[in-house]
Each structure stands twice: as structure tokens, then as C-alpha cells.
């Protein structure tokens, strides 16, 4: 029986197809990866930005463009050139202590025998300090020793020896691309904007090759000359794409990030450049809290639904503003989203949602909700503290205009906006809106098409109100920024967030 059943395991081996055994390339050491698939190593674990966000972002991104298998190591330290051997690139999100002589003199060998490395944003002061016109070394912020060598792979560092090395307010800038024929920017135009950290006086390696630079303007501290963003670098045999940018999920989100971080890195790992210069990915970004969401009166892209993902809130949706008032509310939701744009609300309706607002629970305000209930003065004066204006009499009605790409900028500190901006994104704006010289303006826009504030804190005393004039359709729902600002609002105005 047992020269039997080994006999029949062997026959479903040689007459299996090698396609369904093989389905995937294998180094000879047995790492599975995709076939055909750029192998990519990123290093993350340790930093003093969000590695947690960004590190699935920056997988997301190679992953969306369908080159890369990516991998990613939390710990780099102990890595030999045996553990890296199966990869074609390294990408590192790392800015903490050093690795060792093995893990550094590793990775040093990957590079220059012939790989790629890929150095993002804040990993560009990672092992730094030293100042490169000297041979002194250094103590960094992380009191480790510096790296000397690692200027030889990165091309830019940063150092503590004036004029030291730093950054500005976070804001808009055009990122210039000042090399168009390189594998890597070919064909993706003169420039883009970039809502980021601008870096300025990084030490560089003479050998750099700069791609594109950026005006550090003085308004915004900045230096007053143009600072290299992108560069490349070649040690040895191999070859560095280097990015400054990527300081967050919103920053990650700049049109230009994306197509030249995934560029970037097919150049580094294979020295060429085949995803397209339209490529785009679609990045989709506790207390628990009980929210009401009313729609209707209005279309809108189903992506606004995605606002509500993940296990911080249980929300219920109501499709017009008839079903969601009425019954009583007060004991069953915490916070009430309004995104319809209903002009009538019975007698009742207004009753239980009055009574709600006046229990003290939470209301967030979507954009053309504020054109809801024109003949309520109670709800737009006391409780919105502004009014989108309909039909003009007295007053002329208020306008809009759509896909209009603005800057947004917080005022002032609030817990509703910490981290959130400044922002850029396409959105619709809306002009000569009555809004309270009372309410707390929290994000603005110098966008012209628009009346200037874009979200702001209701004076009404008896509720947390919060009014978001964003949130026309899939740009702004897709956002990172303005999918952040949201659930902060939902959880300020449920008392969750102070």
C-alpha cells in the first residue's frame, strides 16, 4: 500500500503542469515573488513621522502601478547581504538608530554592485549630522553616531553645522523639474504642486544629478533660492532616486508624488522607465461614536460613503431628511452629518431635530448642506452661523463654481484642524454666502471663486457644531486631508476630541 500511494504522489507530479506548481518566480533560496515583478525591500520601523501611514501608502502606490512585489521590515537591523540577495530595491522610510557594520556595509554592497536604492522624504537625515566640507562627526537628535558613508548612497544629507539644515511652514510651492529628459520626469511636463515640508540647505554630493528644484520663499522661512527636490545618484554600479518630498498622506497625495515616486523607484531598481506619465493611483487613506448621515436633495459621487470607513464610528444613513427626523433622535446618535440639501422640514422633523441640537449632542455640516432650510432662521443663523442663499431678493443669491483647484489654510489652532492642513485640493467653492461675523473661522482659502472661509465652529452654545464648506464629490472624498478633517469634526462634535 505505501509503494503504492508514493507511486500515485509521484504521477500527480510529473504529469502536473510546471505552470500551476511554478505559478510564481522563486530565488534559489525559495522566496516566493510575483513573476516578473520588480522585488522591492522597504526599510521602515523607526521615525519621527507617521512611518505607520506612510509606509502602506508608499506599498500602495508601487503595488497600484502593477511593476513591484513589495515587501516590507520593520527591523533592518541584522539584515545581511544573504537576507537582501532576492531584492532589486530598496526603499527607505527609515530615520532612527543605526544598523551595525554588517546591516550598513550590506547595504552599501546592494547599491553598489548594481541596485537600486530609493531614499523618501524624512529618511534623508536618517544617520545624518555630518558636514561634509569637513570629516568631523557628529551627534544627531537620536544621540547615534552619524553614517559618514551615507551621502554615498543618499547624495543629500542633512547636518547640524550651520547653516543647518531645516525646513519651513508646511505650504503650496510648484515643484520645477529642471532635467524633462531624464528616464524618470520625461514626459511629465514643466512642474506640479506640491502642499509639503520644503527642505533647504541640504548638504549635497557634487556628483547629484538634480531632476527638480523648489523657490524656498522667505514668507514662508524659507531661504530665498531654489532647493533641490528630487536627484539622482550613482554609487558604484548602482543607482539612488532620491525624494524630499512626502511629509504625509495629503503631501502623498500631490499629483506629482505619486508618478514620480513609482518612476523613481522603476529607475533605480532596473535603470529604465515604463509606468506612464498619467499614471495616478487611487489611494483609498478609537472611539467609538454613533452617527446619523442624512443625504438627499442633491447627487453626489457614492465615494463620500468611504468618509465613514473603519471600526472608530457605527453610523446609519438616511437618504432624505423625512426619514431621518421622524422620530426622535436624541437617545440613539451622538452626532448628526447633514449632507442633503433640503429646502422643507415639517413640523415634526423640526421639533426632534431641534431637540437633539438643543441636548447638547453633535451636528457636522457638509458642504451643500448649508443651503438646507432658507426659511428657518433658527437652524442657518443660530446653529449653522451661515446661509448658501438660494434665490436672491434683498440680498443676492449665493454662486458656486466647480473643480477648482485651492490652497486651504488653517486659522488659528483648533482640535478639529490639527494636522490637517494646509491642504490642495480640487473642490467647489461657494460665493456671497451669509456667514456670522460670530462663527470661528478654523480653515480658509484665498481662493478667488470663494468667500474666504472654508470651515468654521458654530457660535451656538448648546451643541458642537461644526461646518465644513468642502466636500463637493470624489476629489474631496478621496482626500487624505479632507477624509482626515472630517472624522476629526465627527469626533470633536461628539465630545471624543479636545
Not at 529604465?272 to 436633495?297: C, S
Not at 447627487?299 to 426619514?323: A, I, V
Not at 448628526?336 to 441640537?357: A, I, P, T
Not at 483648533?414 to 480640487?426: E, F, G, K, S, Y
Request: proline residues 5%.
Amino acid at each position: 500500500m505505501r509503494k503504492m500511494l508514493i507511486g500515485l504522489c509521484y504521477l500527480l507530479v510529473v504529469v502536473m503542469p510546471a505552470s500551476l506548481i511554478y505559478a510564481e518566480d522563486t530565488d534559489p533560496r525559495g522566496q516566493f515573488f510575483k513573476k516578473g515583478a520588480i522585488r522591492v525591500l522597504i526599510l521602515a520601523g523607526r521615525n519621527n513621522h507617521d512611518w505607520r501611514a506612510t509606509t502602506p501608502a508608499l506599498k500602495s502606490i508601487l503595488e497600484e502601478s502593477g511593476r513591484f512585489d513589495v515587501r516590507v521590515e520593520e527591523e533592518p537591523a541584522g539584515m545581511t547581504s544573504y537576507t537582501l540577495g532576492p531584492y532589486d530595491l530598496i526603499v527607505l522610510d527609515y530615520q532612527g538608530p543605526r544598523w551595525g557594520e554588517v546591516t550598513e556595509k550590506a547595504v552599501m554592497n546592494f547599491v553598489k554592485s548594481g541596485k537600486g536604492l530609493v531614499i523618501y522624504h524624512g529618511a534623508s537625515y536618517g544617520f545624518s549630522g555630518l558636514d561634509v566640507l569637513g570629516d568631523r562627526h557628529v551627534q544627531t537628535g537620536i544621540t547615534e553616531p552619524v553614517w559618514p558613508e551615507f551621502i554615498q548612497l543618499s547624495g543629500g544629507v542633512w547636518s547640524v553645522e550651520n547653516p543647518k539644515t531645516a525646513h519651513g511652514d508646511r505650504h503650496s510651492f510648484k515643484v520645477v523639474f529642471v532635467e524633462q529628459e531624464h528616464p524618470i520626469t520625461n514626459g511629465l511636463g514643466d512642474s506640479f504642486i506640491a502642499t509639503d515640508e520644503l527642505y533647504h540647505d541640504l548638504r549635497m554630493d557634487p556628483a547629484v544629478e538634480v531632476l527638480a528644484t523648489a523657490y524656498s520663499d522667505t514668507a514662508t522661512r524659507g531661504t530665498g533660492e531654489d532647493e533641490p527636490i528630487l536627484w539622482t545618484m550613482r554609487p558604484g554600479k548602482g543607482r539612488t532616486f532620491h525624494t524630499a518630498l512626502g511629509h504625509d498622506l495629503s503631501a502623498l497625495n500631490a499629483r506629482g508624488f505619486a508618478v514620480t515616486f513609482a518612476r523613481g523607484c522603476e529607475w533605480a531598481a532596473t535603470g529604465k522607465v515604463t509606468i506612464p506619465p498619467n499614471f495616478d493611483p487611487l489611494r483609498p487613506v478609537d472611539a467609538n461614536v454613533r452617527a446619523l448621515v442624512v443625504t438627499g436633495g442633491h447627487d453626489y459621487d457614492s465615494d463620500f460613503y468611504t468618509l465613514f470607513e473603519g471600526d472608530w464610528l457605527t453610523w446609519d444613513h438616511k437618504p432624505t431628511n423625512t426619514e431621518a427626523f421622524k422620530n426622535p433622535i436624541r437617545d440613539k446618535y451622538d452626532v448628526v452629518v447633514m449632507y442633503d440639501m433640503s429646502r422643507e422640514l415639517g413640523d415634526e422633523g423640526r421639533k426632534n431635530l431641534r431637540d437633539f441640537v438643543e441636548s447638547g449632542k453633535g451636528v457636522v455640516v457638509l458642504h451643500h448642506a448649508l443651503a438646507n432650510y432658507n426659511d428657518w432662521e433658527w437652524w442657518w443663523r443660530d446653529v449653522v452661523g451661515a446661509k448658501y442663499i438660494l434665490e436672491g431678493g434683498s440680498e443676492p443669491a449665493s454662486a458656486y463654481k466647480h473643480d477648482v483647484e485651492l490652497n486651504v489654510t488653517s486659522v488659528g489652532r483648533h482640535p478639529v484642524t490639527a494636522d490637517v492642513a494646509p491642504m490642495r485640493l480640487i473642490d467647489e467653492t461657494y460665493k456671497h454666502m451669509w456667514i456670522s461675523p460670530e462663527v470661528k473661522v478654523i480653515l480658509k482659502t484665498d481662493e478667488e471663486s470663494s468667500d474666504g472661509p472654508l470651515a468654521w465652529i458654530s457660535p451656538y452654545e448648546k451643541s458642537r457644531v461644526v461646518v465644513i464648506q468642502l466636500g463637493h464629490d470624489r476629489h474631496a472624498h478621496r482626500y487624505p486631508g479632507f477624509r482626515k478633517l472630517v472624522k476629526r469634526a465627527i469626533l470633536w462634535s461628539a465630545g471624543k476630541l479636545d
